[in-house]
Every structure is written in structure tokens, then in C-alpha cells.
């Protein structure tokens, strides 16, 4: 019998679009410590550390709705796993203007996917502050917590009550405002010390990649540990990245801005954007200062088409690159006219796991599907991130073609394409499946746990689900005390 098994309807035995979007709801409390309560098996007690979670938690104001979930405000959850039990703290990120908004009640901001302030098309033109929701991303780097979101700086808070603490320059080193990617990369030490690498991206009709190595580990902990800049023609949305040990893959998307909407009011900044079907997309290869071509030229090499917001993962084999991609037909844009909560999967494209080989001494690629099936957010185990990973785990819808919510949650064996799969349809919807490394996990690659929040639409709550990674067999279901909207990324920090 599956889990979140529909009672009354057999007919709908995929999903049922009420379900799905009911899980569109402001994060109503904020908790301190509240322990979860099991509801199905038991949580392994060599399990010692924080699952953190970003996303948007506030949807709605004074009878308003944003325009599009990536506008809500970020909230962060954490879940301390302790000797076989899991408290929850949760928080919204005080940024500056959900501070102002609070006390409001109404949406004082433009977002960047098309919420639009009161007042009007005249209210909004010609305000060209772009809000930062910080709502994408949450990673700790030393004693920091930071909340992402790519367009702007990362805001600090405590890891352990998740009090804000502001915005942060990471110790002087970005300057106001600058914009810090939502994708860092985790080196788990190809060059000896683990460091985290990421970017910030300044675009323009050129546009600016800072690709940027910190400390992990050691007494230098979050200190920048090299720094390199890097420009090129064209506008560049570049949402996620890779690594291997010796260089930085981007995939330059084949896609246009032009921020005329913008500035008038009618659009927001990231509905300006589209898909150049003419365009050439490309590889983007930056050598990091840590590995054999530190200081050399970047790359560009064409790319397949389509549109990627995230990579899984890249190795290096001799001078070649694979990296794989999720990739969509088009730029899966929310227009003005449309209501996200009602949106037709089988009008949007699905994302498709691929692989590309680059040769960048040849300036070409092949590029292979993986999978037919829609997924998305997909890892490895940390231990091999950049390098040749075999088993990889991901969202996915619950058919196995077309688009649809994300139900399930699967394991690839990458040398074979051999995949199982753990579902919650059709009454369940899945979110970002995190691995968390066991003991053995650096010598038995997928030994270890996955976790995941599963929006539960008969109870219209929100459950945490704890499976085997090797088999994905069911270790733990609980219940969280508050309900959380489908969400965005998360990451695990061991005790
Ligand atoms: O010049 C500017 C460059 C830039 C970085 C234009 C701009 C203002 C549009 C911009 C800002 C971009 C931002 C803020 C992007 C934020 C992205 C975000 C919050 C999330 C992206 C998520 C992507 C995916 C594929 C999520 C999928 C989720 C599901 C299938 C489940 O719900
Ligand atoms: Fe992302």
C-alpha cells in the first residue's frame, strides 16, 4: 500500500492539480525547538546533524498573492536530528523588506517573477529595486548560516535559533549589493583542504562572472581563498554551475533580456527574459586557481540547446568534461495574464536529465539523455562531488514521460541507467531529496540516508520523509508542525 494512497477517487491516479496546489500557503508560525512526531517506522540514531531548508513561505498579503512562489519570502527550516529524535526551528529571513512588509500587510516591493506593489502599472514603473526575498538557497560557511538568492548579497543568520543577523559581505568581500550566486559547489578536497567554490554574476550587454574559492575547513574558515574575474559578450543568466578539480563549467543559456516590461512596470525582471531560438548556447570552462590551469584563459565551447537552471553533477576524464544537466525545451517563463496555482503541466516543458561530453582542445560536444523521465533537483554523494559519481538522487514526476508536480523520489545508477524509485503520489508531492552521507559513505558511495519534505494534501500538511539511499526503502515518515509551500534548496551539516 503506498503512502498518501487516494481512498475515494480511483480515477485520479497520477495526481489531482487541488492537491497539488494546496500546498501554496503562508508559513503561519515560527517555532523553536518543537519536536516532530513520528508517524511511521524510526529515524536512525547515527544520524547527528541540521537538514536546513529554503523557500518561499509567505504567498500571500492583505488578500494579495505573488505573482509567481519564487517572489515569496524566504523561510528557513531546520531540522535537528539528535539521537534518533528531530526538533524544528523555523524562521523567516528578516530581510529589509519582509521587515517592512510585516508591518504593512501589503506588498511594498516589485518581485522579480511579477508580483507587482499596489497601485498599478504607474506604481510599479520606473521602480527598478530588485527585492531580495532570500529564499533560494541555505548553507552554513563557518559561523555563519547564509540565506541565497542570486540576484544580490547572502544575509547571515545564526545557524542554531536562525536569528537574522543582516546582510553579509563575507568578510569584506563582496561590496554592496553585489550579486552571490545561489549554487555553491562543496570541493570535498580534490586539491587536499575542502573549499566552498561559487560565483556572482554581473550581466549587462557584457557580462561578468566572479569566481570565487572559501575555506571550509581549518582556522581560515570562510575566508577567500582565491578570486578571479572573468567577462563576455552577451547577457548571461547563469543560475547554477559545476565543478571538477580543475575547472568551473557554466552553461551560458541561448537567452535575451530586454528589460523595456521592466522598466514600464508591466513585467518583472525575470518575465523579460526568453529564449533566443537562433542563439548559440555555451560552455563557459573556467580554470580554477586551485587546480593545473590556474590563470589561464576561460573556454567557450557550444553548447546543446535548450535551457538549464541546475547541473548535477561534472567529472574530468583526461582533458575531457562530462557534466550533466537538467535541461528544458524552453525557458519555463509564469506570463502576466497566468495564475501559477492553476498552470497546466502539459503547457510548460519538463526538465531532462542529460549528459554533454565536452572536448575543449577540439571546441566540441556530444550530449546524451540519461533519462526520458521529468526531474529535477538531483545530486550526489558530497564525498564526490566532481568527480565520476555513480548514483545520483532527484525529484521527479510520478509518469514517466511528460510534465508533471514531483511526486517521487529516484535513484540513478549513472554506469547503467538502472533507476528505483520511492513515490508519495498520488496524494503526495515531493520536494528537493537531500543525501546525507553515512560513516561508510565514503568508500560505499550510496550508503547513507535521504531526506525530503513531502507536501501531504489529505492532511494539507507538510511530512518529512527519511529513506535508505541504497534502496530507498521507508525509514521514517513524520509529521512537521507547520505547513511549508513546495520549496527550493536545501543542505545538511553534520554534527
Ligand atoms: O539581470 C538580472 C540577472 C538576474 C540574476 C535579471 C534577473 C533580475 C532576472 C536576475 C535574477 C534572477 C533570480 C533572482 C533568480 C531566482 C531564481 C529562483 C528563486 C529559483 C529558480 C528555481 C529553478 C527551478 C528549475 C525550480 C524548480 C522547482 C520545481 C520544479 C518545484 O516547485
Ligand atoms: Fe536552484
Known amino acids: ?24 500557503c503562508n508559513v503561519e508560525k515560527e517555532l523553536d525547538n518543537v519536536q516532530l512526531k513520528l508517524v511511521k517506522g524510526s529515524i536512525p540514531e547515527q544520524i547527528s546533524g541540521t537538514f536546513y531548508r529554503n523557500g518561499p513561505g509567505r504567498l500571500e498579503r492583505g488578500g494579495r498573492w505573488v505573482h509567481h512562489p519564487f517572489d515569496g519570502d524566504g523561510m528557513i527550516a531546520a531540522f535537528k536530528f539528535d539521537n534518533g529524535k528531530i526538533n524544528l526551528t523555523n ?15 501589503k506588498f511594498l516591493y516589485r518581485g522579480v517573477f511579477g508580483t507587482q506593489k499596489e497601485g498599478g502599472v504607474l506604481a510599479n514603473a520606473f521602480d527598478v529595486r530588485l527585492k531580495n526575498i532570500a529564499n533560494t538557497h541555505v548553507i552554513k560557511l563557518g559561523d555563519d548560516l547564509l540565506a541565497l538568492w542570486e540576484a544580490s548579497s547572502p544575509y547571515s543568520l545564526n545557524p542554531n535559533t536562525l536569528e537574522t543577523k543582516g546582510l553579509s559581505n563575507l568578510k569584506g568581500v563582496l561590496k554592496k549589493g553585489e550579486a552571490f550566486s545561489a549554487h555553491p559547489r562543496f570541493d570535498p ?103 593545473k590551469f590556474a590563470g589561464q584563459p576561460p573556454k567557450s565551447v557550444n553548447a546543446p540547446k535548450g535551457f538549464v537552471f541546475h547541473h548535477l553533477n561534472a567529472w574530468e576524464d583526461n582533458e575531457k568534461i562530462n557534466i550533466e544537466s537538467i535541461f528544458y525545451d524552453d525557458f519555463p517563463s509564469i506570463g502576466p495574464e497566468d495564475n501559477f496555482r492553476e498552470i497546466d503541466f502539459d503547457l510548460l516543458p519538463e ?62 545508477d549513472l554506469s547503467n541507467n538502472k533507476e528505483i524509485s ?53 525509514k521514517a515518515i513524520l509529521e512537521v508542525p507547520i505547513s511549508i509551500p513546495h520549496g527550493l534548496h536545501g543542505s545538511w551539516v553534520e554534527n
Open 189 to 291: 578536497g580534490h586539491h587536499q583542504s575542502q573549499r566552498m567554490v561559487t560565483f556572482g554574476v554581473s550581466t549587462g550587454p557584457k557580462s561578468t562572472i566572479r569566481l570565487m574559492e572559501f575555506s571550509t575547513e581549518g582556522e581560515n574558515i570562510g575566508s577567500l581563498l582565491s578570486d578571479r574575474k572573468d567577462s563576455f559578450n552577451g547577457f548571461a543568466f547563469l543560475h547554477d554551475f559545476a565543478i571538477t578539480p580543475n575547472w568551473a563549467i557554466f552553461l551560458q543559456n541561448a537567452i535575451s533580456f530586454n528589460p523595456l516590461p521592466f522598466l514600464l512596470g508591466q513585467k518583472g525582471a525575470a518575465q523579460c527574459l526568453a529564449s533566443k531560438s537562433d542563439g548559440t548556447p555555451k560552455f563557459l570552462l573556467i580554470p580554477r586557481d586551485s587546480g
Open 91 to 105: 524562521r523567516f529571513v528578516r530581510t529589509k523588506e519582509w521587515t517592512e512588509e510585516e508591518k504593512s500587510q
Open 422 to 474: 520511492w513515490s508519495a503520489a498520488p496524494r503526495g508531492f515531493v520536494s528537493e531529496p537531500i543525501f546525507i552521507p553515512s560513516q561508510e559513505s565514503k568508500s560505499e558511495e550510496d550508503n547513507g540516508w535521504v531526506v525530503a519534505l513531502v507536501w501531504n494534501s489529505i492532511r494539507s500538511g507538510t511530512d518529512l520523509i527519511i529513506l535508505d539511499s541504497k534502496d530507498l526503502t521507508e
Open 1 to 24: 500500500v503506498s503512502y498518501l494512497k487516494r481512498e475515494t477517487s480511483p480515477k485520479q491516479t497520477i495526481f489531482n492539480k487541488e492537491d497539488w496546489s494546496s500546498a501554496y
Open 351 to 412: 526538465g531532462i536529465l542529460k549528459r554533454s561530453e565536452i572536448n575543449p582542445i577540439e571546441n566540441t560536444f556530444t550530449c546524451s539523455t540519461i533519462s526520458n523521465q521529468c526531474c529535477e533537483f538531483a545530486m550526489v554523494n558530497p564525498h564526490f562531488e566532481g568527480l565520476k559519481a555513480r548514483f545520483s538522487w532527484m525529484a521527479t514526476a510520478e509518469e514517466k514521460e511528460g510534465n508533471g508536480p514531483l511526486q517521487a523520489i529516484k535513484k540513478i
